[in-house]
């Protein structure tokens, strides 16, 4: 019998814990710590004090590749019988303006940027095609032409000032920090995400949070709840210790391996041993900590008084310079 500790009972540390379940060719005793008082992470689901409706206070939406390759997520969430509902919103909001399509960009941005703008997606629909952007873990997000410079100095190159805002507005609500911050592929692939032919959204019936509750159900993992972990470090006999925080005291739980399914921010929140893990997981830290955040706020109207303008799930807005 073999011991695994998964630290994190996000959406990784509960997927970690079903495919460890089925796919592992040995009989494990999984344990998954999570440090706050319910699992699912950044899945939340919620619903409005005032009226019985929901709302997702985290993952908004989530994305289907299936039409182009083979999609681990949405395989998943059919297997469990999770209902979905398909999501579009192709609509950009430039001040009291609405762009729904090509028409619209004519009519309010003109013909030289409606050319600019199209010429800008020929020039990325040559670089990645839907089957390419469909694929996991890529050998070009090493190699790809834009993949060490900035996503800004790709904007930079389109030279007409209202094809450039257009893109960065569209892309802007996804990549969730300043252009100059993420390189160009990040910013490539955040602008596929609104191009139905490269993926498409969806949701889940009655909150994406029954993901995570039924993946809490379908796993064998024992679950430590408010129990974060402050210390790893290599055992005696190629095992590693875990150290973690019960009430006031430190327990210690030793493993023959270890996933750790946590956001790249919670890294320096746990100690790495000595030697050379610290030195490795010190590296990792400093390759991925590249700053982003959402801010996400919830309001409840009384109407939908945007019906009769925009029927999609969504709209992109330029507010805050893309929202």
Not at 92 to 114: H, P, Q
Not at 180 to 188: A, E, I, P, S, V
Not at 238 to 248: G, I, K, N
Request: aromatic share 14%; glycine share 8%.
């Amino acid at each position: 019998m073999k011991k695994f500790a998964i630290i994190g009972g996000g959406p990784g540390g509960l997927m970690a814990a079903y495919l460890l379940d089925r796919k592992s060719s040995y009989s494990l005793e999984i344990t998954l710590f999570e440090a706050s008082d319910r699992l699912g992470g950044k899945i939340i689901s919620q619903q409005f004090k005032k009226v019985p409706l929901l709302f997702e206070a985290g993952v908004a939406e989530l994305y289907d590749y299936s039409q182009n390759g083979f999609d681990t997520l949405r395989e998943l969430i059919e297997t469990l019988g999770l209902p979905v509902i398909p999501m579009s919103g192709e609509t950009i909001a430039f001040g009291d303006r609405f762009i729904m399509n090509k028409t619209d960009i004519n009519r309010y941005l003109g013909e030289t940027t409606r050319g600019a703008i199209d010429r800008f997606y020929e020039r990325i629909y040559s670089l990645i095609s839907p089957t390419e952007f469909a694929k996991p873990n890529e050998p070009r997000n090493n190699d790809f032409i834009w993949a060490k410079r900035s996503f800004q100095s790709v904007l930079d190159e389109i030279t007409d000032a209202k094809a450039r805002h257009y893109f960065k507005v569209l892309s802007r609500s996804d990549i969730a920090t300043e252009p100059h911050l993420k390189n160009g592929l990040y910013g490539l692939e955040n602008i596929f995400i609104s191009e139905p032919n490269y993926v498409r959204l969806y949701s889940i019936e009655g909150g994406i949070q029954r993901l995570a509750q039924v993946l809490a159900k379908e796993i064998s993992a024992g679950v430590e709840l408010n129990s974060p972990v402050v210390r790893i470090e290599k055992g005696d006999r190629d095992t590693y210790r875990v150290f973690y925080r019960r009430d006031r005291t430190i327990e210690l739980q030793e493993f023959d391996g270890i996933i750790v399914a946590l956001p790249i921010y919670w890294f320096p929140s746990i100690e790495w041993g000595e030697g050379q893990l610290n030195m490795a997981i010190q590296k990792y830290y400093e390759y991925y900590d590249c700053p982003a955040h959402y801010l996400r706020i919830s309001m409840l109207f009384e109407s939908r008084f945007w019906q009769d303008t925009i029927a999609d799930s969504y709209f992109t807005s330029d507010a805050f310079g893309g929202c």
